[in-house]
């Protein structure tokens, strides 16, 4: 039996316990990691030192991403502390109803059961979705990057040791680190019940493509912004700029910019503070237009663009004549990620969320708002672009199912059938 | 372009209208479908005629299922005027949070978009899976059995019609024919965002292996009742026997019976039961002498039998030395399904609720009450076996997702990255 499944088989086994385990031991849990992973920072410190030295020939924004220092150690713990503090996400009923006189079902939130979750190169990632699934109750196998194996390795270390030791059953965390290992996982449809991968668009279309296990996720984010007829030139200045520029490499960063017809004002305004950071501007013919007027540099626009995430500094700007024409091109090039509107009209702000088809429908605000933490759910395990289970950020929610319970008192259904009993269907919640 | 794919097409684009549609136009729609069901019945019996004639040599169970008549009518139209009186399950808002001063987040529910549905013979289907997208404002792909091909077409032609003239999107819902609309339909990932079919294992199991689309249903319906050491012996028969016999074929219907080794009373009064209900039975060896004492005839059960879907009087008994004993059993064996305990002890059958890793856990009752309309939803459009989605009987509430709306006054990412403003969290709901 290869490694990944006998981990995953060990997960498998630990997962009908924990599902079980009472909110104060895995709360407990999140405790005594916290604890453990500051009593273990030297250990935890040195083993990043060996992953950034073997990094030294990476580029920079990577080797900021695997930094491992106070800083980091300082929010993770914090996370840690957050989620012990949280309301517990399972046991929580939904609903229960009096199917008929002493017969009454309730549905009752519970883990998914086992979570594979593949991330990139951040470390701090580890210990924050491991910290979602103890305190969802959920088995987890986590597969890091390759360029943080050390770091991984002593982090989870830490967090198996502290977590079994307070209660938690043995191998509800696996640790899988080659690339073999990922092509094993993802055969693993008896024992792995959510694939969530974390990485760029090839990755997660190879891994969607690739494994009858479900999936959530998002390949593209292909986001937009558009500025209505009314949009206020400052207000798109400051919301177009950030929401480009703020953390351009993000998924719920802007790569369209729609601009209706008579907002030539707006996109004049958004267009020079895009420049002045640096941004180049592919547009449309009416929109080159327009930026000349403005004195603004760019280059002709393609179809292709409006398929294209940017992942940079770089825009896409198109003209369109109304607000069902922005609509239309939203539903058909976005990534149903995140597309917002900029407009004082409430009614179209009101259509506009009706029809686009996105998990995240803004008025008047950047797209970068879509994150698990800025939502207040403490983090996210990913962000989901399908429209089943969990859709945009999702925290713990995202990450628990539901069961039915059914009590009675020896109820056969032939009493229905035959008309002899008969269903009240009373909601009691 | 094939038939399948410009169908889909069509309900896709139909789909965005239909999303925004309100409340009363899509209650209005269904109503309007009722009347012209009422109206038209001549020629939908007609067309039934045919296909009963040309069906005049399958089974008798088959024809009865592809039977539409004045029955069948009215159970249908009573079906779908209950669905318009039921509450809008879309446009529901089921959080709202204040992230910071002026910017508010609610999550409201939405359609899926476009379900495809392949359903069995029964032409009533039709008309309740129709219905259920309707109320939900889902676009529908309908692909009915090739027995009732006659059925179908009259009944869509009116649903159709009477729809679209009652001001749902043109094309809003699709009947699809041919056995090669099935494979185009697995193809159209772009177009279907959920597939639920309705039918045998062996097709079930191929539909999941065959797409890229998200599949919700369940495949086997290996079910469970086991007798606690306490059991009446009086429940377990009258329990067991309506498990197993109340409609055998379902995929609700027990097919293990797991015995506690102190349980051999209530065995033996389930066994005469069964016995005399026709019911045959495959002991393991303690069960045989339990069933040799009470003068009932048994064969040996072999390890196949715990993986069996028999679907007919056939049960299978298995003998275990405790709670836990069953529940590992079940969990191993199992379809994660529905599975009950027959107890008085309440500590018993919460760890059997918390455990067993199934859709329903029950006490006291027949599993037989695993159905959407026994459990309240009006109607269902499948049972899901998995854990992501929708788990059980699905109903109004599968069919539906979510979206998450951002309002701001020009917000930006930067103000809260650099300190200058900061999330609230506040729970407005």
Request: charged share 20%; aromatic share 6%; glycine share 8%.
């Amino acid at each position: 039996m290869s490694d990944a499944r006998e981990t995953a088989r060990a997960a498998r086994q630990a997962s009908f316990a924990l599902a079980a385990s009472p909110a104060q031991v895995r709360n407990g849990a999140l405790l005594a990691v916290a604890d453990a992973l500051e009593a273990h920072r030297g250990e935890i410190f040195a083993a990043n030192r060996l992953d950034l030295s073997d990094a030294a020939e990476l580029a920079a924004p990577v080797k900021k991403r695997l930094r491992f220092d106070e800083a980091k150690l300082t929010d993770v713990l914090s996370g840690l502390r957050a989620l012990a503090a949280m309301e517990d996400p399972i046991g929580h009923e939904q609903l229960r109803t009096e199917l008929a006189d002493g017969l009454v079902l309730s549905r009752v939130s519970c883990p998914i059961g086992v979570v594979g979750v593949i991330f990139e190169s951040r470390p701090d990632a580890l210990v924050q979705i491991a910290g979602l699934c103890m305190k969802s109750g959920n088995a987890v196998l986590l597969k890091g990057g390759r360029e943080a194996l050390h770091t991984n390795a002593a982090l989870y270390a830490v967090l198996k040791a502290a977590s079994e030791a307070a209660g938690l059953p043995a191998g509800w965390a696996g640790l899988l680190t080659t690339r073999e290992d990922v092509g094993e996982m993802l055969r693993l449809d008896e024992e792995i019940d959510l694939i969530i991968p974390r990485g760029s668009n090839a990755f997660v279309r190879y891994i969607m493509d690739n494994t009858r296990i479900p999936v959530l996720g998002h390949s593209d984010g292909v986001c937009h912004l558009y500025l209505h007829e009314d949009a206020d030139p400052d207000m798109a200045a400051r919301v177009v700029v950030d929401a480009k520029t703020q953390y351009p490499a993000a998924c719920n960063a802007v790569e369209t910019l729609l601009v209706h017809e008579k907002a030539g004002a707006a996109l004049a305004a958004a267009a020079k503070t895009l420049h002045a950071a640096g941004v180049r501007i592919r547009a449309d013919a009416p929109a080159q237009a327009v930026l000349a007027g403005a004195g603004v540099p760019c280059e002709a626009a393609t179809e292709a663009d409006w398929r294209t995430e940017y992942l940079d500094l770089t825009i896409s700007v198109r003209t369109v004549a109304s607000l069902a024409e922005a609509i239309a091109h939203i539903n058909r090039y976005g990534s149903h990620h995140t597309d917002g509107i900029l407009t004082q009209d409430d009614a179209a702000a009101q259509r506009f969320f009706a029809l686009v088809d996105s998990a995240g429908v803004y008025q008047n605000c950047s797209t970068r708002f879509a994150d698990g933490y800025r939502y207040g759910f403490g983090a996210e395990v990913g962000i989901a672009t399908g429209k089943l289970h969990a859709r945009g950020p999702m925290g713990l929610e995202g990450l628990c199912s539901y069961k039915y319970i059914l009590r009675g008192h020896g109820d056969v259904v032939a009493d229905f059938a035959g008309g002899k009993r008969s269903f009240t269907h009373k909601k009691l919640l």
